[in-house]
């Protein structure tokens, strides 16, 4: 049986208010524009075989169960703000090697010294407005030496008017998270990717923590 902790007094910001609503239909519409999330799993299976997996914005769950799939024997963890999200995820992990934590990833999670040997971020840093930075330097903090992040994310628009639109929908489209990732970890995967035609693109990242 998964475990649930709260570990956060940020109720009440915007996201959270926006997942209050938008937890109910999460699941039945996302696969129509959050591409990759499938592929960064996979990918991260060919370079990494993590043993403790912490998945920031975990959201309803839905990568917590793939990645049980690709790594049947790992401690994973998930950490969302939501509290309605976190309920939806808990009754799709059902074993004592999963735990869900509440609380914002503005630091690192690790206890005792027991580092993650994988980090991913599945379409949840370009919510992290302000404090993606914040997001990745924790998750280089909370990954062991040679463990990977694996980062799945919308990047950039031609288009002012989907910019705005997505700004409204708290997401920031400006291609801002890939350099940083970069400088910050030893890329083994870096591309973009387009989606319907080019109205925007997204991109995959897996990087390795070196010293």
């Avoid at 090697?97 to 370009?126: G, I, M, N, W």
């Avoid at 997505?166 to 920031?172: A, D, E, L, W």
């Amino acid at each position: 049986m998964s475990t649930t902790a709260n570990a956060s007094s940020s109720a009440g910001t915007a996201l959270e208010r926006y997942y209050q609503f938008h937890s109910r239909i999460y699941d039945a519409t996302r696969w129509t524009f959050l591409f990759g999330r499938e592929s960064v799993l996979m990918r991260a299976s060919c370079v990494a075989k993590p043993q403790r997996i912490l998945e920031v914005g975990c959201g309803t769950g839905r990568n917590l169960a793939g990645l049980r799939r690709y790594f049947p024997e790992a401690h994973i963890t998930g950490v969302d703000l939501s509290e309605q999200m976190l309920a939806i995820a808990a009754k799709k992990v059902s074993d004592d090697q999963t735990t869900l934590l509440r609380c914002s990833y503005s630091a690192p999670v690790h206890k005792d010294e027991k580092r993650f040997d994988l980090v991913l971020f599945s379409y949840a840093l370009s919510m992290f407005n302000p404090g993606w930075e914040q997001a990745i330097d924790a998750a280089w903090d909370d990954l062991a030496e040679g463990g990977c992040i694996a980062v799945v994310d919308f990047s950039d628009s031609y288009f002012s008017w989907f910019r705005h639109w997505m700004g409204v929908n708290h997401v920031r489209m400006e291609g801002h998270l890939w350099p940083y990732l970069s400088r910050k970890f030893a890329p083994v995967l870096d591309e973009r990717f387009t989606a319907y035609g080019g109205v925007w693109n997204y991109g995959i990242f897996i990087g390795r923590k070196q010293a």
